[in-house]
């Protein structure tokens, strides 16, 4: 059974880069990536849920508009992760982040903070 874990830092500097790493694990050589949507999600503190964006199963990106300018993800099937990249971030962007497969598998979390 897959599962999927979070991992950097936990606290960044306004205006730093943020980059998350989630590690998917219980996957076999031949895993069909394609079939699946990888997501990263993220719920600032006091709010719901956001989704941030995703590689879809065509293999192409696709990204929450209001972050489009500051986001990147990639997928490293060889090392059985996918990243996220998050430009310029301020406080706002402090919450946790989750890397969900197709919104039916999701890894643990890990909290950012965003702060000086």
């Known amino acids: 059974q897959e599962q999927l874990q979070e991992s950097g830092p936990g606290l960044v500097k306004p205006s730093q880069p943020l980059s998350l790493t989630c590690n998917v694990s219980?996957?076999?050589?031949?895993?069909?990536?394609?079939?699946?949507?990888w997501n990263w999600i993220r719920q600032p503190p006091g709010k719901g849920l956001e989704w941030m964006g995703m590689i879809a199963r065509d293999g192409n990106t696709y990204y929450n508009t209001s972050l489009k300018s500051r986001i990147s993800i990639s997928r490293d099937t060889s090392k059985n992760r996918f990243s996220l990249q998050l430009r310029s971030v301020t406080p706002e962007d402090t919450g946790v982040y989750y890397c969900?497969?197709?919104?039916?598998?999701w890894g643990q979390g890990t909290q950012v903070t965003v702060s000086s």
């Open positions: 219980g996957v076999s050589n031949d895993y069909a990536w394609n079939d699946y949507a």
């Open positions: 969900v497969r197709n919104f039916d598998t």
